[in-house]
């Protein structure tokens, strides 16, 4: 059956990212929708923001483009050109290569939904606010030492 | 800036179909958000179908995967298991190989728009009701006779 019903979709807020900056993204809670429904070409996460709660630390990826489209509630999209309200059919793209470093927030008083695609980065992604560094092979130091 | 507006991008109902495969999307109107926003790894289309209009003929690829989520309005899903009603934040998932035709049609009396997302396929396309089928060079009949 091609029409994805979520509530059969396991939903995790785990991240990778080492402490102090996962503590960010723990209101973040995510569905993977490709593996779940066989896609392999693009991954496609489903998103739920708890209240106060960031979708990643703000980043950008050398090697992997990534589009996002609101499905309910409101975030705030945080990007070099500064801060734009995003809501339900708001789009954005960021394309792979561009050093604009973006992020959303829910800086609302409930939840947010949103829909991520993008594919697996196997080269760098830059966090320019944080000494963080995703190598393709894991999370370093902005000097590429370990954590 | 990376929020879209898509009032900056053309919009158009062109199609590769040959007569009379033509006339079932003439009400699709699309916008190619991929080119305009410089990504490559995947294809976003912005689609308003107009009442009466289909998504596309009913179809499967042998080698592209796709995603639809709809944002606004109702369309009814056709695939081999029946017909599924979709509103906004409805998605589906169609796995390059699945040979389970589908396409949206909406039978509304008001617009409706949706996201498709999948990348250009190099491999055969079917169209199980008609005889049409993309040989990733072009239509052809189902004999691979040309029209």
């Known amino acids: 059956m091609p029409r994805i019903a979520l509530e059969h979709i396991a939903q995790t807020n785990n991240t990778g990212y080492p402490a102090p900056h996962d503590a960010a993204v723990a209101a973040r809670w995510v569905r993977r929708l490709g593996p779940a429904h066989g896609l392999t070409d693009f991954g496609v996460s489903h ?20 589009f996002v489209v609101m499905l309910a509630g409101e975030a705030v999209l945080v990007e070099d050109d500064g801060r734009t309200l995003m809501r ?11 050093a604009n470093g973006h992020h959303l927030l829910n800086e609302s008083d409930g939840d ?16 320019p606010d944080i000494d963080l560094l995703w190598t393709g092979g894991g999370y370093r130091r902005n000097d590429r030492s370990s954590f």
């Not at 998103?47 to 990534?66: C, F, I, N, T």
């Open 47 to 66: 998103v739920v923001l708890k209240p106060g709660g960031a979708s990643a630390q703000r980043h950008w990826h050398e090697d992997e483009d990534e």
């Open 88 to 98: 339900a059919g708001d789009m954005a793209a960021f394309p792979k290569g561009e």
């Open 112 to 127: 947010c939904v949103f829909l991520a695609f993008g594919r697996p980065p196997t080269g760098d992604c830059h966090y």
